[in-house]
T-cell receptor
Framework: KNEVEQSPQNLTAQEGEFITINCSYSVGISALHWLQQHPGGGIVSLFMLSSGKKKHGRLIATINIQEKHSSLHITASHPRDSAVYICAVSKGGGSNYKLTFGKGTLLTVNP | GAVVSQHPSRVICKSGTSVKIECRSLDFQATTMFWYRQFPKKSLMLMATSNEGSKATYEQGVEKDKFLINHASLTLSTLTVTSAHPEDSSFYIC??????????FGSGTRLTVV
């Protein structure tokens, strides 16, 4: 079993819909990361979480340390949100430890 | 802040030649750089971790002599694919940890070996 599991693998939504992507992990972590990869391949770090909730624009990320679960929410989705969203965890102390990645969720938002 | 510039973005080379990929940290000092490979529709696979001024640490199964990593300064890490073969065709991307922020990624290099 993978240490980081994401669901769903694929998600298709209509513009304006509220979207949730889930991530569960099975190891102790120092932080959880949500990344966005666009079709061209470039990766953007959206959030780094060690507890609670963070919000940036229409994106919200939450983490429950006890349940080892995190969610990424997108409000008022737009076609430009179409991308692969990747959950990753860092297990070591500090930010210098390598990441363990989930398999990603392919989000397609139709106009 | 925390930008890593990766070049080239695309490269096509002939079998047997070598290709160098550069990752530069533009506004911070990257003491560590991670190098990943990604196959189509697959997750990122860590190839090696480079630290400025020391030898890179390679993941199991990654050929050190084929994928040469150099991290000679705090702002530059390079990956050289030596004697490239078609099976080396892939998407390569670098990433550096950025204190307090997480990780910043290069824009990736799509390598095609013909």
């Amino acid at each position: 079993k993978n240490e980081v599991e994401q669901s769903p693998q694929n998600l298709t939504a209509q513009e304006g819909e509220f979207i949730t992507i889930n991530c569960s992990y099975s190891v102790g972590i120092s932080a959880l990361h949500w990344l966005q990869q666009h079709p061209g391949g470039g990766i953007v770090s959206l959030f780094m979480l060690s507890s609670g909730k963070k919000k940036h624009g229409r994106l919200i990320a939450t983490i429950n340390i006890q349940e080892k679960h995190s969610s990424l929410h997108i409000t008022a989705s737009h076609p430009r949100d179409s991308a692969v969203y990747i959950c990753a965890v860092s297990k070591g102390g500090g930010s210098n430890y390598k990441l363990t990645f989930g398999k990603g969720t392919l989000l397609t938002v139709n106009p | 802040g925390a930008v890593v510039s990766q070049h080239p973005s695309r490269v096509i080379c002939k079998s047997g030649t070598s290709v160098k990929i550069e990752c530069r940290s533009l506004d911070f000092q990257a003491t560590t750089m991670f190098w990943y490979r990604q196959f189509p529709k697959k997750s990122l696979m860590l190839m090696a971790t480079s630290n400025e001024g020391s030898k890179a640490t390679y993941e199991q199964g990654v050929e050190k002599d084929k994928f040469l990593i150099n991290h000679a300064s705090l702002t530059l890490s390079t990956l050289t694919v030596t004697s490239a073969h078609p099976e080396d065709s892939s998407f390569y991307i670098c990433s550096a940890p950025y204190e307090g922020y997480g990780y910043t990624f290069g824009s990736g290099t799509r390598l095609t070996v013909v």
